[in-house]
C-alpha cells in the first residue's frame, strides 16, 4: 500500500475509480466513432476553437465586469454566488440549446413532451440555482455573525 501511495501518489481506490472513468470515456470515444470520424473529429475542432477564441474571452470579460461591479459596490464576497448558478445555467442553455429554442422539429412524437415546455423549464432551474446560491449567502452570513458573537468577549461593569 505505501509503495502504491509512494508511486501514485494516492490510494487504490481513487486509481479505481480513475481507470473506470478512462474506461468509461475510451467506449463513448469508441461508440461515437461508430457514425462517420471525419464529421466528429470536425465538429470537435470546430468546438474548441469556437470555445477558445469567442468563449474565453467572453466569459473573462463578464467575469471582469462582474468583478469591478462587485468590488464598486463593496460585496466582492458575493462574487460566486453569482458565478456559480451563471455557469451552471449557461452550460444546461448550451446543452439543451436547441430544445430551449424549440429548434428540434419531431421531437414531440418521440417523448411526447411539447417542444414549447423547454425554455419555461430552463428559466425554473436558473431561478432556482439563482435562488439556492442566495439562500447559501443568506446562511453563510448568519453563520458568521453567530461565530462573532461567539467570539466578543463579555462586557464587564
Known sequence: MD???RWYGKGPLQ???LLASFALAAYAGVRLLDGDPVMIAVWF????LVHDLLLV????LVDRALRTAAGRLGRREWINFVRVPAF??????L???PLVTGQVAGYESATALPAGVFLTRWLIVTGVLFA???LCRVLQVRRARRRARKQRPPVAH
Open 88 to 93: 451552471l445555467s449557461g452550460l444546461l442553455l
Open 15 to 17: 486509481l479505481l475509480v
Open 95 to 97: 446543452v439543451w440549446f
Open 3 to 5: 509503495r502504491l501511495r
Open 45 to 48: 475542432a470546430g468546438a474548441a
Open 57 to 60: 474571452p467572453a466569459y473573462a
Open 132 to 134: 439556492g446560491a442566495a
